[in-house]
């Protein structure tokens, strides 16, 4: 991680994703929050403590194909990769990035109501959804004040 | 010897200003907020990751698994309750049970303390626990996850994971059942352990190595309450010592001694035998999953016990009723984890353990007795949740006096207890192949469910299936609007191009029968993997059949075996199977294409309302036009012979039954237009209820609901009615009362109310301050208006209400979308 100023790319990461909860635009919601888990990852250990001793192997994809990002898990560290990967552990199929955001993180949460829905599906073991939630949720309540 | 020597039946003197103790103890219980207990999860954990013997057989590894929890419970005596133990770690607990569902919590660990709708209260260490611990040991581990490993991810599993088509229990439970207290109450634990190890001992002299293992798992299961009540009777002589409260103190000192007693040994009297059965509750709790594990009938199991001590002047009538009150609130001591995912599903619902009251013996003749009043008072004092309550009624054979007993403690609680019919319930379970005696011995198991007390494992939640599901795919050659373009079911014809309402039928048992089967192939995977994951010694040692068989219950150890599968939407299918014959093939008001399009569109513009409103006026389930009548019939004909082609996994056939807890409003919010003229995201009628409004004669709703019972619902139902409450309650108890009577002599299995008005429920929705506790029946079981999520409030507000008087429905009024 290049950054000329220490501590800049973390605070835009944070303004970016304050900015998908409060201006409703999540357009590029999931790609900004595996960025700032990933950062955020090298830089808290207690919230490292979370992929210690965790393996895992996530799928994105947007109903349309236009977005296919993965997100790998191994030896207490994450990598972000665009694309495919073999063998994930779960795939997400999302049918637009503010689906996906209400059903992670939103204060007004539906992830019964996006389920049921069919605006986000999965396929595979979902309690590595249900982990990587806490993930996120995590996340949202170590967003600095504005 | 007459059973009934109560010179007032109605206990009127017995309130709770004259038992101080229930009365605090209920306004307690009222203000609890629950609280998640992980000390079940924790301690089952510990022992899989560092003790658990993989060598040993399931039974015995799941046994080592209880008793290590059990002999590590702490033993908390959280109020003056006069009954010792407790399911949970908490005042009002609701336990994790990470086999099944506790991993869905994981993701609102840090917030579920703090959510709007029902929070549950986690506390930061405990949710730390959960995040590193506990949940990732899980995450393969549970059934789910289990079946999905084992079978390649099969379709019925992808089904049921996307919710809309049916739901799967065995995911979330072993449950759902009644026990037998009277062996445990006569021999103690003891004297059970003692036989397993006798039958231990010849089962190995004959090599028969796996009954053999069964017994040893029931002994080693079965030590774990011994030793959870010794660690009780410890924690109460240290109290009985500290207590600043003298009365207190005795009560310790007394409850010291019981758990010494029991439940190892036999219930000496009968605050003994009501100890003992909350105590085996408890570990039962430890075992599986606490929902709706039933205590049964227990104003006949307790009766000897009651009625010895109140002939040699241990008791009276007046204890009597604060011991089961102290029992109620022990029962409800416990919640459900529901993680906010769920709320939409199961919002506000209790664990529902069933409590059954009255109707007759296993000889046939006249059960009530004094217990019976007295459990009805209870009832109707303390107004709670929990336990569901729930009367049977033989018109044959109980008095007038008794109907007319329980229809006032209806009235005056507004919504319990159910009323069951003897009749109806007993030709079912004979229809099944039950013995009369067992038959007549039957007990509510949960919502609505039958089951012979201790006999029959009915395993009565397996499948929920939404009809409303079959429709669609029949309309739309195999697809659902909900999930788009993907091919479900078989590719059938398209409607448009049917000669007959004939061919439609058979279209749309096409898709019906893919469904369930489906559902039932997921049914025995997952029954297949709770063998190998979830035996349950323990439970099994309290029925009749496992100790006879060396054979745990999930293995078919009971002497019945069925599967049950409730269905969702009833009343809205077959109201639309009416629609589509009345519309395109009676009248030929509108081709099939111009409804298919009208559904589509979900009536949009002047043209779809019109072919709304001339829809919502073809024959309607709950009125006795003929067509209406048949195809409800039909239907449950035919979903009774499908689901008894089946025979489980046990060896048991699967009973269909009609109730539908809260699943009719969330799966009606996000289910299409139906051809009735139903509007998408409206909820569906619950149970076997009529669609509101549809069913303007209370007299031909009971009797065209009625006429569908028999063997054909060997599982139950769940009928709503709303009544106008009257000012004179005597009065309306006595013609409530003979309305009953009409409807089960028509054949009416179950029925139940809210003696509420429209007005009534809109004002507790728009004013919840003043409503902390109202009481209302939801499908099959009891809730806290408060609790439910506003699509249910508005389901149960826009129930048709009937006037008992003049036996008509009151029209809805404009405000709750009435015209």
């Known amino acids: ?132 939630g806490y993930m996120a949720k995590h996340l949202q309540l170590m967003m600095p004040r504005p | 010897m007459a059973m009934v020597t109560l010179d007032d039946i109605s206990l009127r003197q017995h309130t709770l200003h004259t038992l101080p103790r229930l009365a605090v103890l209920r306004q307690e219980a009222l203000r609890r907020k629950p609280e998640i207990c992980i000390e079940r999860a924790r301690h089952i954990t510990r022992y899989l990751r560092f003790h658990d013997d993989p060598d040993d057989c399931p039974e015995v590894r ?49 917030v579920v303390s703090r959510r709007k709708k029902n929070p549950q209260h986690l506390s930061a260490r405990d949710a730390d626990e959960l995040n590193f611990e506990i949940f990732p040991f899980w995450m ?8 999905r490993r084992r079978y390649g991810n099969p379709r019925c599993l992808q089904l049921f994971e996307k919710l809309v088509f049916f739901i799967a229990s065995k995911a979330g439970c072993i449950s759902h059942c009644v026990p037998w207290y009277r062996t445990m109450l006569e021999q103690g634990l003891t004297g059970i352990m003692e036989e397993a190890a006798a039958r231990e001992r010849l089962a190995a002299g004959r090599s028969a190595a796996r009954q053999a293992d069964f017994y040893r798992a029931v002994q080693i299961a079965l030590q774990g309450i011994v030793s959870h009540a010794r660690s009780l009777a410890y924690e109460a002589d ?97 919640v459900t984890m529901v993680p906010e995912t769920s709320e939409e599903m199961f919002g506000g619902a209790g664990t529902v353990p069933a409590i059954t009251l009255g109707g007759v013996d296993a000889d046939g003749n006249d059960a009530v007795n004094d217990l019976t009043y007295i459990m009805l008072r209870v009832t109707e004092l303390l107004r709670i949740r929990d336990p569901n309550v729930n009367a049977r009624y033989d018109y044959a054979k109980n008095t007038k006096s008794y109907c007319r007993r329980v229809a006032r403690v209806i009235l005056n609680t507004r919504a319990v207890p159910a009323f069951y019919n003897d009749h109806a319930n007993i030709t079912a379970l004979l229809g099944q192949g039950e013995k009369p005696e067992h038959a007549r011995d039957y007990a509510i198991v949960g919502c609505v469910e039958l089951a012979s007390s201790g006999r029959d494992y009915p395993a009565s939640s397996s499948i929920m299936l939404n009809l409303a599901a079959p429709m669609q795919m029949a309309l739309f050659r195999g697809r659902r609007p909900i999930t788009g373009e993907e091919q479900i079911g078989p590719r059938t014809p398209d409607p448009a191009g049917l000669g007959s309402f004939e061919e439609f039928w058979q279209v749309f048992l096409v898709q019906l029968d893919w469904l369930i089967d489906q559902a039932v192939q997921l049914n025995e995977y997952m029954g297949t993997v709770h063998q190998e994951m979830l035996p349950s010694p323990l439970l099994s040692a309290l029925f009749e059949g496992p100790m006879d068989r060396g054979r745990d219950l999930i293995r078919g150890g009971a002497l019945y075996n069925s599967s049950g599968a409730t269905h969702i939407g009833f009343a809205d299918v077959v109201d639309s199977l009416n629609a589509i014959e009345q519309a395109v093939f009676v009248d030929g008001r509108y081709s099939f294409a111009e409804l298919l399009a009208g559904v589509r569109s979900d009536f949009a513009g002047p043209t779809g309302e019109a072919m709304r409103l001339y829809l919502r006026r073809t024959p309607r389930f709950g009125t006795e036009h ?70 303007p004669a209370l007299t031909a709703c009971l009797n065209t609901v009625a006429e569908l019972g028999g063997e054909q619902v060997p599982g139950g139902w769940a009928l709503n009615i709303k009544y106008t409450p009257e000012a004179d309650r005597t009065v309306m108890a006595a013609r409530f009362a003979d309305t009953i009577e009409a409807y089960f002599r028509a054949g009416g299995h179950q029925v139940q109310f809210n003696i509420m008005t429209y007005e009534d429920l809109m004002d507790a929705r728009d004013h919840p301050e003043k409503y902390p506790d109202l009481l209302v029946r939801v499908s099959g079981y009891s809730a806290y208006f408060n609790d439910l999520n506003e699509r249910m409030q508005e389901e149960l507000i826009t129930r048709t209400q009937y006037d008992l008087t003049g036996g008509h429905a009151v029209p809805l009024p404009p405000e709750a979308g009435g015209a």
């Open chain 2, 626 to 695: 003929p067509l209406a009548r048949r195809n409800a019939r039909n239907l449950v004909q035919h979903l009774f012979t499908r689901y008894q082609s089946f025979t489980n996994y046990r060896g048991g056939p699967y009973r269909p039954s009609y109730w539908t807890m809260t699943n009719h409003a969330g799966l009606g919010a996000v289910s299409g237009a139906l051809p009735s003229g139903r509007r998408a995201g409206r909820v569906f009628a619950s149970g076997i209820t009529p669609v509101s409004g549809a069913a």
């Open chain 2, 62 to 110: 799941r046994a080592k698994m209880i008793r290590y929890f059990l002999e590590r419970k702490r033993a908390r005596f959280h109020d003056n309750n006069l009954i010792a133990g407790s399911t949970t770690g908490k005042p009002l607990g609701a336990p994790l049970f990470p086999e099944f569902f506790a991993l869905y919590l994981w993701p609102e660990l840090e």
């Open chain 2, 140 to 147: 393969e581990n549970n059934v789910i996850e289990v079946t």
């Open chain 1, 1 to 132: 991680m290049d950054d000329p100023v220490p501590g800049s790319m973390e605070r835009e990461l944070w303004q970016r994703f304050r900015n998908c909860f409060e201006s409703g635009l999540a357009e590029d919601f999931l790609q900004i929050l595996l960025a700032l888990m990933a950062v955020m990852f090298g830089l808290d250990r207690d919230y490292r403590r979370n992929i210690d001793r965790f393996s895992g192997r996530y799928q994105f994809r947007s109903e349309d194909g236009r977005i296919r990002v993965a997100a790998l898990f191994a030896d207490g560290r994450m990598q972000v990769v665009e694309g495919e990967i073999e063998d994930p552990h779960i795939t997400v199929i999302f049918r637009n990035s503010r689906s996906l955001l209400n059903f992670l993180i939103s204060p007004r949460q539906d992830i019964l109501g996006a389920m049921l829905r069919h605006e986000v599906r999965t396929e595979g073991n979902l309690n590595y959804l249900n982990k990587f």
């Open chain 2, 238 to 334: 240290r109290l009985a010592g500290t207590s600043g409260d003298p009365g207190m103190r005795e009560e310790y000192g007394i409850m010291a001694d019981i758990c010494r007693r029991v439940p190892a040994g036999p219930a000496a009297t009968f605050r003994e035998a009501v100890n003992a059965i909350w105590l085996c509750q408890v570990g039962i709790h430890a075992e599986n999953i606490n929902m709706a594990m039933s205590p049964g009938r227990l104003d006949q199991v307790l009766y000897p016990w009651y009625r010895r001590d109140i002939d040699e002047g241990r008791l009276d009538v007046a204890r009597a009723i604060e011991l089961v009150g102290c029992l109620w609130l022990k029962i409800a001591d416990n």
